[in-house]
């Protein structure tokens, strides 16, 4: 259905979960709550562990999007690999959280699904980059030092790829690739799923553009990036966070040159000020997302760090009127 849906018209992704998640102004307790209000451990930051110990605040969150005007919210589990999750010491509950986190959006999109038959909401399995990159070194003494492996990459995402497909994710999301090898491993992780339990699963692919050069932290220009993910059947390729939504543009315009897939962009708020907040308002990000539709470059808009469902109000209200961007190949 949603491959259907990219033909008709543009869809609308949710904006930032953390951004959100600030508004409440939860305190270390409320991340414990009761369970793991004796976790030897701070837990502050966690913002995965929110769908266990604040669930209603996370579906709260989803229906204020939906609610927007999305089609797309995203799970709160941009952190939920065993990877990112050791932290926190929390390896042992990535499944819980990826099942949970799916579950719970899920509930909030058929919700609106049966109040809206002819707005069909969708969940997407966000899947993060992690907190290690497969590609480069972090010592710069050592260069030939990795802190994690293909093969590790790959458990961990397979985890929690099972996890947010038995909790009712209806699509795959891996974003803010900042290093294209970790996706690499993600999209494998996902083929080997779908292969085992004879599935199909829509993937998106997002990759952020770290820089004024226009290339990700792992040195990949757009038509790079694009080219190095475009043998696995993926259904859109496109960019977030990093850069604000008028410096996406000539990226976009690249990708959008190149590839048959449907194109996304979920921009952030601008670019953040000295105390690493972002100023734009949803009518100032709205006007610069106008261009995108007038140049026909993208499929599915949405925002990241800094953007709210006021933002995303305004962005849907702004394409509307616009036709998508042509499809050759929905994958």
């Known amino acids: 259905m949603i491959k259907d849906l990219l033909q008709q018209k543009i869809l609308i992704l949710d904006g930032a979960m953390g951004t959100m998640l600030q508004r409440y102004k939860f305190t270390e307790e409320d991340f414990r709550g ?16 929110l769908s266990l110990t604040q669930p209603e605040a996370i579906a709260e969150i989803h229906r204020k999007y939906f609610a927007a005007g999305a089609d797309i919210v995203e799970t709160n589990t941009f952190s939920g690999t065993t990877i990112a999750m050791a932290d926190y010491h929390m390896e042992d509950l990535v499944y819980e959280l990826n099942y949970e986190s799916a579950r719970i959006a899920k509930a ?16 997407a399995g966000s899947i993060g980059p992690t907190n ?8 710069v003494n050592d260069p030939g030092f990795r802190a994690v492996s293909f093969d590790e990459l790959r458990i961990a995402y ?14 795959l999301l891996v974003e803010t690739i900042f290093d294209t090898l970790n996706a690499k491993a993600a999209l494998f992780a996902i083929e080997e799923v779908k292969e085992e339990r004879k599935i199909e699963v829509p993937i998106m692919v997002s990759g952020t553009i770290t820089d004024a050069s226009g290339r990700t932290l792992s040195g990949q220009t757009a038509e790079a990036f694009l080219i190095s993910i475009s043998h696995i059947p993926i259904l859109s390729v496109g960019f977030n966070c990093a850069l604000g939504a008028s410096q996406l543009v000539p990226h976009l315009e690249v990708i959008s040159k190149k590839s048959d897939y449907a194109i996304s962009a979920h921009p952030n708020a601008g670019l953040p000020n000295a105390f690493g907040e972002y100023d734009e308002s949803p009518e100032q990000m709205a006007a610069q997302i106008k261009e995108y539709v007038e140049k026909g470059l993208v499929n599915i808009v949405g925002g990241c760090c800094g953007t709210t469902p006021e933002h995303i109000t305004a962005i849907a209200e702004v394409v509307k009127g616009f036709n998508p961007r042509e499809l050759a190949v929905v994958g």
């Open 108 to 123: 909030v999109a058929k919700d609106f699904t049966a109040r809206e038959p002819h707005k069909p909401r969708f969940v």
């Open 158 to 171: 397979k985890q929690q790829v099972e996890a947010l497909l038995d909790g009712g994710a209806d699509m």
């Open 34 to 49: 009761e369970r793991f209000k004796d976790w030897e451990h701070p837990l502050q930051g966690n913002n995965d562990l």
């Open 132 to 139: 290690k990159t497969a590609s480069m070194s972090p010592d």
